[in-house]
T-cell receptor, first 110, second 113 residues
Framework: QKEVEQNSGPLSVPEGAIASLNCTYS??????FFWYRQYSGKSPELIMF????GDKEDGRFTAQLNKASQYVSLLIRDSQPSDSATYLC??????????FGQGTTLQVKP | GAVVSQHPSWVICKSGTSVKIECRSLDFQATTMFWYRQFPKQSLMLMATSNEGSKATYEQGVEKDKFLINHASLTLSTLTVTSAHPEDSSFYIC?????????FGPGTRLTVL
């Protein structure tokens, strides 16, 4: 089992819709959870992080964490074509390292 | 967010030469920096953890004698790819911890001919 798993996609949504990106992790001792956006040929850009169970909202983005289920998600409201990118889930665990999932490609169609 | 820079942004070299990549934290001090490598259409793979004033910790399968890491100050870590070969061609990205978040540099694209 991979430490951090994401559906590689592509996930295709129409412009204006809600995009839902999911991630599961294996280390129950994981402490912090990050969502990064990566455009092709560029380095990851931090969208937001979460470390407490529940929801955390920042603009059009909402991160959701459920430690019991070892599940973290990212919702993007009012999706725009400029949101088309690869979204990386990353988990900070007891190892003191940031471990990445393989990323989910999001396509927002005009 | 915090700013991490890398230099150079891209480099082309001949097989057998060595290449040094710099990673700097511009507006904060970074005791720990991380080096990642990313091949096309793949996720980031952690190569090593760079600790200021001590030896780097390498991930399994990463040759420490080939990928030399030096974290000489709280704002600078360097990765030297020694005797580079075409299979080392990749996108190398560093990151640093700032507060409770991890920020990435813009990456260095290495092409070995």
């Amino acid at each position: 089992q991979k430490e951090v798993e994401q559906n590689s996609g592509p996930l295709s949504v129409p412009e204006g819709a809600i995009a839902s990106l999911n991630c599961t992790y294996s280390d129950r001792g994981s402490q912090s959870f990050f969502w990064y956006r990566q455009y092709s040929g560029k380095s990851p850009e931090l969208i937001m992080f979460i470390y407490s169970n529940g929801d955390k909202e920042d603009g059009r983005f909402t991160a959701q964490l459920n430690k019991a289920s070892q599940y973290v998600s990212l919702l993007i409201r009012d999706s725009q074509p400029s949101d088309s990118a690869t979204y990386l889930c990353a988990v900070w665990g007891n190892t003191g390292k940031l471990i990445f999932g393989q990323g989910t490609t999001l396509q927002v169609k005009p | 967010g915090a700013v991490v820079s890398q230099h150079p942004s891209w480099v082309i070299c001949k097989s057998g030469t060595s290449v040094k990549i710099e990673c700097r934290s511009l507006d904060f001090q970074a005791t720990t920096m991380f080096w990642y490598r990313q091949f096309p259409k793949q996720s980031l793979m952690l190569m090593a953890t760079s600790n200021e004033g001590s030896k780097a910790t390498y991930e399994q399968g990463v040759e420490k004698d080939k990928f030399l890491i030096n974290h000489a100050s709280l704002t600078l870590s360097t990765l030297t790819v020694t005797s580079a070969h075409p299979e080392d061609s990749s996108f190398y990205i560093c990151s640093a911890i700032a507060g409770t978040s991890v920020f990435f540099g813009p990456g260095t694209r290495l092409t070995v001919l």
